[in-house]
């Protein structure tokens, strides 16, 4: 019996979550660890499952890279990258599109269906979700197929929404001219966040958090303001892949989203964690 | 960290009971020590809320007879049961009106109100809820403004549940002639949970559920089929106050309920843990 | 037949005033003899319900305060009034949520059903519709659960208008901090009104209106621009009781309210008199 | 006072057959002198408004032979009948169409607008209301483009119902092989009051109703049973016009009409009287 | 197969423009020889219904002075013409009446219906669709009730556009003293244009279009900006009846009607190959 | 001039086809030369495209066996047909879905994107779509991951129908034990159809329809009906691959699909030649 009373307490401490969040919209990048590990990945659509029952709309954008690669690799195709983006010839974008849409997201669909939940999985072009152009850093560099976003057509995503489907989206983009390009899941759920105005942009990843000391998880830092992001990294405590990743949320900040999480996929369960329990797991970032 | 991987699993425990549940409606009988205890109050509207925002429809119908007593007396009234039913003349159903409807009810919309859920209060009267006439059993015998169900009309508990209220039910019926009757909450909650066709009826008592033997709760029979009623009556398992809740049971199985639970309502929480949890905590009753 | 025709020409006389009226919401503040004798009773009703099928949507908050007294006198509590303000300690606050809630309200809303009206009574407690705290004039006096209004919340009445259904009100609130408190109703009339955006506040009263002078109905004076009441007031004409109510007044009128109404609930039919007549039966009240 | 109190009561003397009639359909066929005689069409035309506001669906079929007639003369053009109907050469159709459509139903439209309801005037060929083909009685008689109805499509009339439009139809009605039929609008009353399902259709005359003395008003038959009616005809009660009337009410029974009622339209606002005094002022013609 | 394939050519040039033109609403005024000549009437007529189950919503203006003219002179009336006005007395307005509204407008209506449209034909009068009032032009010219429009209540016109009818509309206005003007149908055409914020205005013609030489149709200018219009009516380009219709046309710009054309009716299935084909067969009007 | 009538009357040929068909549903079995030839795809998507804007709805099911095979000799599998089955193991499995649902889906989505619809492409994991079982037609053989359908949710084809998306699906299904299949295109075409309850089912072949003699075109059977399809397999006039689409035709028509078009992809816009022009171009299959 006691451990009833128990079990009732810990659905009576997420209470006040589902409250706060019923009728919310979270976006959530899926990629790493979480993507990998089976166990993880049952773990991660349950919490999916969990949050549209109790009230919540998740749009899900996923990764692959991995996937990607090892396609690549089995085609005879050399990966390379070039300034931490993958170079995506005709033939690479092609093998991208396949795997991103054709494999992997279909992947999480069957998943989300085997457990409960009414899932479909659309990519960039479906019902012109993700407008895109060719990515230009410096002109003397050419990444190929590698896209940034110009618009996005939230349409489709709030008809699944409405209608009770959870919408998994690869992050597949195209342009006007019938161009298919490549880009980065952080920058398209940072996005489509935003064009959704979510109440919540989630970011799964292989770290605890945004750390003072990289190297000791007891170093987390809890709450974040986005404003001091450039004292951070001058410290060098933001590097590397998070730069980008900060990038993504100042401008989904910019278009209404309320936080964003940093948050450990490798932990069991972290998207509920995060948002169903006093203090979370992770990172969280706020705005004024 | 194994404490919230620990609270990540009871949530996922209580997944496959949201997604059955969702959508459907319960009816919840109030009553008893739950009615009564301030710590137990509050776990039964703890509760309430976190079915209504799990997607379920809970519609409440409450007793309140020792209030009725306390005003009586107060007032001079000698209070009078005849075969287990308040004999109840014109001013014994004005009192036992004005208590239920406008205390015991507003009592419980405030707690709710309080918590976080958007409560409803009304009596029978309202909307024209619940049709009576006098209870006669024996026209030897009088009981007064007893009265029993000739009609219900849910319309309004419709309205509410689909407005995102929670209804809060006063057993009080109206007559065409313009009587106001004092009818028995079991079998105010049996006919609603009829009407609406009611997923689940949930008796809260102040028993363990039917136990073989009623001294000892370790006999407690988790599951029971209705048309074994009859068998436990004779062996005299079933008995008293159990009598008229199995045959408000019977009706609305007719009607189409379908699952009827008696639970303890001294136990915290006794809501989720029947509704939520492998096996529940009380016994259930189907049928065929 | 010549009658008949009189009948036809009292019908067509209204029929400017329910074109005028269709599908505007009226709040009716109803008290006083009204609300005693019997036969004004039935007509108050009457009215009413004809106003619900011509088109309009009335909303009902009544009075009570002799029932409570009545109670107050059985249950041996003395009865105190302090600048006109019931003094309100706890249990004279249960009495009166009982009697208001549980005794005044569902009379009429037993009226209604019995003539065929679709009636629902709440109190502000139901739906949280009117939010309260402790009112203090001056902080040397203390009148107990004296509430005035902090917010309303029209959603409930809103749902019950939509649905067909006519909203009884009880002048009740509530706090946050879970009190209940005792309202004066024509505040209660007041604010929900300007919360609705009401076309007319109807104040059912005993007296004929505002007369020039107070002993002589003749002097009745049929329309008031609001920015006449100070010069009344400096006159004597607008005195005591009638002060609060035009203090209600103003409030409504700067909510959006149009047109208030001072009308004489002793006589029968005073509503419907009021509205489909040319020139009424008692005081407008206007403004810029 | 007195006189207010009076007029109070014929309100409520309508009460409860406005309660009754809410929301029902009633088809009126409208002609003889209620749609000649000046103050008599002010009278019908309110009538109607006021039927539209307290919730009724009126639909008006209008008749106008005398209009017909008299174009029909200026133009030269000899009137002829046979058996009661207008011989309908091709000429006489255009004028008929003309008249009926472009002139009648044009008037009673801008009556109904001046006085504050929202008309359209619609033909049989609107929205393909009216299909129809040519009456033959005996093939030795050609009675030219003379109709008889074979399909109503009611849609039209639901559209304008709905939007809150009063529909007033001409006795018009179109073949699939391009033709256009004088139709009897006695008939077509009948007919789309069966297609509506009505409630009620009402027919407007120029006699009191049925009578056992023709020429004595005293002896008006205020109920009839539509199988009485063979057994009048025989006694020479029933005779000439209002046998076809007759066959119209008894197919508008068949298709669930519920009353018919024969209205003597001299008498000013005869149809508010018919519906909303007890005992009204014409012949009603149920079924069983 | 050759001729098919060519076949689907003609269907995927038209394809382009339905997507282009879809859920917008056009307004066609309907008006000389393609009203009168029998083949032509057919092409408009399934012209029309190709619109709108291609998604565009139609509404048709029409005139009909010269049947107007006829029943005239058979009714032995002069008709007399001022300013190129017809001076419109209380008969000839009748007259007028009945001819547009009960004999054209019915015409439409019936081809409409025979080829499978579902058409409504109603009158400024119906659903007070065209307020109007005496047109004066110059104080010591009565032209008698020739009217201008002062409002326009679009109402019936969208919901009959909804429920799927194509509305026919003759250009009859009402004033609120109970009169009814003969308006130019232009100007009708022009007004309801700007009220819907129609896409297109249509005007069908006797001319080829604007021509720089109205004697050589090939000097047709198939594009013209409104504010060029000044110039060509200085060059005597733009004369007599082409300079109201420019003015109507400067109105319906201002209310937010994109483009405007003036048609060739003589030229069969005019409308469709003005709005399906690139560049058209008129000249089209546009505003900055 | 000529030339632009003659537009128009194509148009117009249209037109009855049009009305006939608004509303309607249409799976269209997208396979063969139509969907490897640059020129013929662009017209299978413009034909779409015009079909969904006059009001059809277009389903596309396609298929995409050589874009499989291309993909596994890349990767050195080899490619086993056993009785005209693909041999599928998990690897071919993998590739079948990742070229199915990530290439062909997506280049079809593409180009109606680019030529103006708004596409949807989805396989039949998505909502659920697709339920299968492996297929076994010989215990003796295995196809491996060859399956066929026990079940068809439609919800997420209705959805997206009727917010104006085009659905594309891919034939892939899953059991609920989380395989995957792989079906034919045919069969699920046939499945969805009925389903639907689809007006037509459109097969695009290789083939000109059913011959009478194979290798003749000029002997093309324009309309057959399915009772006659045992005789003509017994006359070898319809053999090997157009054995299996019978059988899902006969299934289609018991599930209330109208009629099932085998259409020759070859020729361009082939569709709309079959749906929009008397006798169409392919062999229609009817049912009694």
Do not use: W
Not at 7 to 12: E, P, R, Y
Not at 142 to 157: A, K, M, Q, R, S
Not at 226 to 238: M, V
Request: aromatic fraction near 4%.
């Amino acid at each position: 019996m006691l451990r009833l009373v128990e079990k009732a307490n810990v659905l009576m401490e997420a209470l006040p979550f589902i409250k706060k969040f019923y009728g919310k919209t979270m976006v959530i990048k899926y990629g790493g660890s979480a993507m990998i590990d089976k166990g993880l990945k049952d773990t991660v659509i349950q919490d999916i499952i969990l949050m549209k029952y109790v009230g919540i709309n998740p749009v899900i954008v996923h990764g692959g890279g991995k996937n990607i690669s090892d396609l690549m690799k089995k085609l005879g195709k050399d990966v390379v990258f070039l300034d931490g983006l993958r170079v995506t010839d005709k033939e690479t974008m092609d093998i991208t599109e396949m795997v991103l849409t054709g494999a992997v997201n279909k992947e999480i669909v069957s998943l989300l269906n085997l457990h409960g939940g009414k899932a479909v999985g659309i990519s960039g072009k479906d019902g012109m979700l993700i407008q895109a152009k060719k990515k230009v850093i410096d002109k003397t560099k050419d990444y190929g197929f590698v896209g940034e976003i110009t618009n996005i057509n939230p349409g489709i995503l709030e008809v699944l929404d409405r209608e009770g489907f959870i919408p998994i989206v690869s992050p597949i983009g195209f342009s006007e001219d019938g161009h298919t390009y490549n880009i980065n899941a952080d920058s398209v759920a940072g996005e489509i966040a935003g064009a959704l105005k979510a109440n919540k942009l989630l970011l799964l990843t292989d770290i605890r958090g945004v750390c003072s000391d990289k190297n000791d998880d007891t170093t987390l830092i809890p709450t974040l303001n986005i404003n001091e992001i450039p004292d951070l990294r001058k410290k060098g405590i933001i590097t590397e892949g998070m730069i980008p990743k900060m990038e993504s949320c100042e401008k989904a900040f910019q278009q209404g989203v309320e936080k964003i999480h940093i948050i450990d996929g490798r932990i069991p369960h972290a998207l509920i964690l995060e948002i169903f329990t006093e203090g979370g797991i992770g990172t969280q970032i706020v705005h004024n």
